[in-house]
C-alpha cells in the first residue's frame, strides 16, 4: 500500500509543478529590488545601498560578512555603503540572495519545523565547504559557488510544504524522504528557473545528486557534488557510502579523495567562521 501512495503522490507532485499548480516560494523583495538595481543602466553602488539599508536584518547581516573570513578586510566594515563598495555588485547580488535564503527555510507549523531547520543546517554546511573548495581548488567565484551550496536542495521546500497537507506522509518520515529524493532536484531547477538565477546554478538543483557528472570543464555542480559528499562523511547517510574515487568531480577539482576538508588544517575553522555567518 505504501509504495502505491507513494507513485500516487509523485505522480501529482510532477503533474502539478509541470501544470504551474505547486506552489513555488518567491524571492523576497528585498533580494529582486538588489537584482534589478544593479541590472539597471542608470543605477550604481550606491542605489544598491540604499536598497539594502531599508531592510535592517539584511543590513545587519551584510556587515556582519563583510567582516568575517568570507571577505578577510584589512579594517573594520560598519556601514552598508563601505561593505557593497568593498564587495562590488556581484558579490552584493549573490551575498543578498544568500542572507534572505534563510527566509525560505521558516516552517509554518510544528510537524516541518525540525526537517527544516535540519535542511538548513545542510544547506548552511554544504555552502561553506562550497566557498572554501572554489577559493582553494577552483577559479570560479566563491561567493556564486556558496549560494550554489544553499540553494542545491531548495527543490525539498514546496515538497515539505505540501506534506502538512497530507497528515500520513508527514507521519511517515522514510516515504516524505523517499519522494524528496525522487522529486526535489526537478522541482529545485524549476524555483531556479522562475526565481531566473544563472544556468549554472539552476544545473546545479538539478544535477547536484548525480556523482557520475562529468562535464567539460570544472563548474559549480562539481563543486557542490564534492561539498555535499564531504559534509556527508562520518554520517550513516547513502551518499557516505559512495567510493569518491568514483566521482569525476574530485579529479576536475584537482582534490586528493583522501582529503576531508572540514578537518583540514586553517580550512576547517574557516568553513566553521563562514557556517555560523549564514546562521
Known sequence: MGNNLEQKLITELLEDLENDRLVLPTLPEVALRVRDTLEDENMGLPEVANVITSDTA??????????????????????????????????????????????????????????????????????????????????????????????????????????????????????????????????????????????????????????????????????VIVANLQSYLGTTHSMNEIDWNTVPAFEKLGMDTSINIVTMEGVGDDIKAIKSVLG
Open 58 to 223: 539584511v543590513s545587519a547581516r551584510l556587515i556582519q560578512i563583510a567582516n568575517s573570513p568570507l571577505l578577510r578586510a584589512s579594517r573594520q566594515i560598519d556601514t552598508v555603503e563601505l561593505a557593497v563598495s568593498r564587495m562590488g555588485g556581484d558579490m552584493v547580488r549573490n551575498l543578498v540572495m544568500s542572507i534572505v535564503m534563510e527566509q525560505m527555510f521558516q516552517a509554518t507549523s510544528d510537524a516541518t519545523d525540525r526537517r527544516l531547520r535540519s535542511l538548513w543546517e545542510h544547506s548552511t554546511t554544504v555552502a561553506a565547504i562550497c566557498h572554501t573548495l572554489a577559493s582553494k581548488y577552483t577559479d570560479l567565484t566563491p561567493d556564486q559557488a556558496l549560494l550554489a551550496g544553499l540553494v542545491h536542495d531548495i527543490g525539498s521546500l514546496p515538497i515539505i510544504a505540501r506534506a502538512e497537507d497530507v497528515p500520513d506522509l508527514l507521519r511517515n518520515t522514510d516515504m516524505l524522504d523517499s519522494i524528496i529524493q525522487q522529486t526535489h532536484n526537478e522541482v529545485g531547477k524549476a524555483i531556479l528557473s522562475k526565481w531566473n538565477f544563472p544556468a549554472e546554478i539552476i544545473k546545479v538543483a538539478e544535477l547536484h545528486d548525480d556523482t557520475s557528472y562529468d562535464s567539460k570543464s570544472t563548474d559549480y555542480t562539481d563543486v
